[in-house]
C-alpha cells in the first residue's frame, strides 16, 4: 500500500460521485466516479431477432462465393470421401459455436445433408501460440453434444510433424501449415469480427495466420517490422502489414468457405457473414465500425477500462490497455480492471520472462533487443511490445494495473503499477472481485486527488465496453 493512501481516502470527499458499472465476472464492480466522468459507450447496435435463422441464410446464400453444396461438388470427389476440416477460435474469444443458436451445428447439419461422413470431420482449435484448449473449456465453447461425436485437435505452433509447408506470400514469409487443414479437401474457417490492435480486425484470414500456422510463420506476422507501423492499428485494413500478411497466407492456403459473426457489447449477435474470405471480411468491418468505433473530441487525465471476456490474463488484457491510448493524454494515467481468470493468469512462461524483461529494459531497449542479429525469435515477444504503445503515452506510473488474481509477488514484476498498492489493509481479507472493487476506487480516488493537489481539476473518462470500444481520436480515424 502506498504509504500516503489512507490520508489522501480520509481527506477526499467523494460526496456527490456518480456510481458507475465496471464488467467482471460474477456481477459488476461499482465505482464512484467525479460527476463529470465522460462515459464513453457504443453506439446500440442492432441484435439479430431470431440468431438461428439468420445463421442458416448466411450458410445457404454466401457472399462473393459459390454455395456450399457447389463448393462439394466441384471437389471432383464423392461427398462421402471428402475430408473436411474446420477452424475454430480458442476460449479467449467469445465465439457462439454452441447450442441451436450457435454456427456450429447449422454447418455440420449442413455438412451431413450434402453426404459428408461425420468420422470425416475434423475439427481445429486454431490456437496460434496459445496453449492448448482443455477438455471443459471445449465443452464450454461448443457443447456437449459436438465434443462428444467429433474428432477436435489443438493446432501446436512448435510441434513439426503436425506442420507442412504452404508456399511463400508476397512478403517473403515461407508458410508452415497445420497438417490436418493443409491436406483437408474442404477447408472452412470460422471466428469473430472484432477490432483487433495489430491486424486492425479479428476473424477470417487470421483464423489461418496466426491460428493454424507455425512459429516460423507467425515470427514475420509479428515481427518489429510489422508491428512497429503505425497501420497495425484497431479497424485499419488499408496499409496494415499484418492484415495484409495474414491475408496472404490465408489465400495461399486455399480457404474454401468462411463464416464470421459480429457481436454486440452483450455479446449478442448482431451480425453473420459467410462465403468468400475478403468478402466476408469487408461486411463484417463495415457493420462493426457502425457501432463501436467512439469519437474522442479530447485527451483525458485519466481514463478507466477493463478487460472484458477477453482480458482472460495478461497477455490478452493488452487490448484493452492499447484501446485506451487515443484517450488518455501523454503522461497521463490509465487504471484497468484485469478479470485475469485464466488458470494462467499472467500467460505462459515465456511471455512472463519477456513482459518482465520490458519492464527491466524499457520499451525501447526491448524494442531495440527484438531488432537485434542476435535475438532469437521468441514466441509471445510480440505482445510485450504492443504493451510498450501503451508505457509510450503514461509511462510507468501512468499505467495502473488492477487484479487480485495476480499473486502481489508477481504482479510487482509487471510493467505499470500494482493495484496492491491501493488495497488498505482491510481490503485484503475481502473476497477477489471486492479487491479488485477496492483497488479501482482508490486508484481513482489518489490520482484525482494527486491533480487536485496542483490545482489541476483532472478530467476523467470511463470505457464502458473495456476492450471492444474503439476510441479514435479526431483526426486519426480508421
Not at 435463422?53 to 471437389?75: F, H, M, Q, T, Y
Not at 470427389?77 to 456450429?104: E, F, H, M, N
Not at 485499419?236 to 497466407?249: K, M, Q, S, Y
Request: glycine content about 8%; charged content about 25%.
Amino acid at each position: 500500500m502506498r504509504p500516503d493512501l489512507l490520508p489522501v481516502l480520509k481527506n477526499t470527499n467523494i460526496k456527490g460521485w456518480k456510481k458507475i458499472k465496471v464488467e467482471f465476472s460474477g456481477g459488476p464492480l461499482i465505482i464512484y466516479v467525479p460527476p463529470d466522468c465522460l462515459e464513453m459507450t457504443m453506439k446500440k447496435a442492432e441484435v439479430l431477432k431470431n440468431p438461428a435463422r439468420e445463421i442458416k441464410r448466411a450458410i445457404e446464400e454466401p457472399l462473393g462465393s459459390r454455395s456450399l453444396d457447389n463448393v462439394i461438388k466441384g471437389k471432383g470427389k464423392p461427398a462421402d470421401v471428402l475430408q473436411v476440416a474446420i477452424t475454430v477460435s480458442d476460449i479467449t474469444r467469445p465465439v457462439p459455436y454452441k447450442g441451436k443458436k450457435g454456427i456450429l451445428l447449422p454447418l455440420l447439419k449442413k455438412l451431413k445433408a450434402q453426404g459428408i461422413r461425420k468420422e470425416n470431420i475434423r475439427i481445429i482449435v486454431g490456437t496460434g501460440t496459445h496453449r492448448a484448449s482443455t477438455p471443459q473449456e471445449k465443452i464450454e465453447m461448443m457443447g456437449e453434444e459436438i465434443v462428444s461425436a467429433y474428432e477436435i485437435q489443438d493446432h501446436d505452433c512448435e510441434d513439426k510433424a503436425s506442420l507442412v509447408y504452404a508456399g511463400k506470400t508476397p512478403a517473403g514469409t515461407e508458410v508452415f501449415l497445420n497438417k490436418s487443414f493443409a491436406e483437408a479437401d474442404l477447408k472452412i474457417a470460422t471466428g469473430l469480427t472484432e477490432s483487433h490492435f495489430m491486424a486492425g480486425v479479428s476473424g477470417g484470414r487470421k483464423a489461418v495466420c496466426p491460428g493454424l500456422v507455425d512459429l516460423r510463420t507467425i515470427q514475420k506476422f509479428h515481427s518489429p517490422d510489422f508491428l512497429e507501423s503505425p497501420r497495425a492499428a484497431n479497424l485499419i485494413l488499408d496499409g496494415n502489414p499484418c492484415h495484409e500478411e495474414a491475408a496472404a497466407v490465408a489465400q495461399a492456403v486455399g480457404v474454401d468457405f468462411t463464416i464470421t459473426v459480429t457481436l454486440d457489447k452483450d455479446m449478442r449477435l448482431t451480425g453473420v457473414f459467410a462465403g468468400d474470405l475478403e468478402k466476408v471480411i469487408a461486411e463484417a468491418v463495415r457493420k462493426i465500425k457502425t457501432y463501436i468505433a467512439i469519437p474522442v473530441e479530447e485527451e483525458f487525465d485519466i481514463v478507466l477500462t477493463h478487460g472484458g471476456y477477453v482480458g482472460r490474463n495478461h497477455y490478452q488484457l493488452a487490448k484493452a490497455a492499447v484501446g485506451a491510448i487515443p484517450a488518455v493524454k501523454p503522461g497521463g494515467v490509465i487504471v484497468v480492471a484485469a478479470d485475469n481468470r485464466d488458470e494462467e493468469p499472467i500467460g505462459g512462461p515465456e511471455y512472463k520472462t519477456l513482459i518482465h524483461l520490458l519492464k527491466l529494459q524499457g520499451v525501447d531497449g526491448y524494442v531495440d533487443l527484438l531488432r537485434s542479429p542476435a535475438w532469437k525469435f521468441t514466441k509471445d515477444q510480440w505482445e510485450p511490445e504492443v504493451w510498450g504503445r501503451v508505457l509510450r503515452k503514461v509511462g510507468e506510473e501512468g499505467l495502473i494495473y488492477c487484479t487480485s488474481d495476480i499473486p502481489e509477488k508477481d504482479l510487482a514484476m509487471l510493467p505499470g503499477v500494482s493495484g496492491y498498492e491501493f488495497l488498505t489493509p482491510a481490503g485484503r481479507k475481502k473476497a477477489r472481485a471486492q479487491k479488485v472493487q477496492e483497488m479501482l476506487q482508490n486508484a481513482v480516488i489518489y490520482f484525482h486527488n494527486q491533480y487536485a493537489a496542483r490545482n489541476i481539476t483532472p478530467r476523467l473518462a470511463f470505457i464502458s465496453e473495456g476492450p471492444y470500444a474503439v476510441p479514435v481520436k479526431k483526426g486519426d480515424g480508421p
